[in-house]
């Protein structure tokens, strides 16, 4: 597996995490009838909080971005970002785990209906708890 890490996110992230949102969400916003260009963008940069962010990096490089934001329901795991480049080579797994591992308890989040990335989440534990026509909302408890 290619080397990576994390890294604390700063305000300078705002721009390349919210780019590689758009590019990331584009196919399953397009097939949901639901992409805007300005709006997928603007959505992350209007709720970015560097503080719960973590930047990866691969071969040191920026590939991605995870964050965990804390609720009074339990974290929500958000804003998981991989450059395509990179998916389906075991980095999103080791990363996913990397911080599941520091999280005990009850983890949430929510993906895009039709979304490959579900069945990453379901093989870390995740199950639905529900959805709409739109998202999936899913907890994993350790």
Same mark, same amino acid.
């Given at each position: 597996?290619?080397?990576?890490?994390?890294?604390? +996110?700063? /305000? +300078? $992230?705002?721009?390349?995490?919210?780019? @590689?949102? +758009?590019?990331?969400?584009?196919? $399953? @916003?397009?097939?949901?009838? =639901?992409?805007?260009?300005?709006?997928? =963008?603007?959505?992350?940069?209007?709720?970015? !909080?560097p503080a719960h962010t973590w930047i990866i990096e691969?071969?040191?490089? %920026? +590939?991605?971005?995870?964050?965990?934001?804390?609720?009074? !329901?339990? /974290?929500? @795991?958000?804003? %998981?970002?991989? $450059? /395509? *480049?990179l998916q389906g080579r075991g980095l999103g797994t080791?990363?996913?785990?990397?911080?599941? $591992? *520091?999280?005990?308890g009850l983890v949430r989040l929510n993906v895009l209906?039709? *979304?490959?990335?579900?069945?990453?989440?379901?093989?870390?534990? %995740?199950?639905?708890? *529900?959805? !709409?026509?739109?998202?999936? %909302?899913?907890? =994993?408890?350790?």
């Open positions: 597996m290619i080397p990576w890490c994390l890294r604390s +996110a700063t /305000p +300078a $992230d705002v721009e390349p995490i919210a780019e @590689l949102r +758009a590019v990331v969400m584009r196919p $399953d @916003l397009e097939r949901l009838g =639901r992409y805007d260009a300005v709006r997928v =963008r603007q959505r992350f940069r209007d709720g970015f !909080d691969a071969d040191g490089v %920026f +590939a991605g971005s995870i964050a965990v934001r804390p609720a009074d !329901d339990g /974290p929500w @795991l958000e804003h %998981f970002y991989l $450059d /395509p *480049s080791a990363v996913l785990q990397h911080v599941l $591992d *520091s999280h005990d209906q039709g *979304s490959p990335a579900r069945r990453l989440y379901e093989r870390h534990g %995740f199950i639905i708890d *529900s959805e !709409d026509p739109v998202d999936i %909302f899913m907890t =994993r408890k350790v």
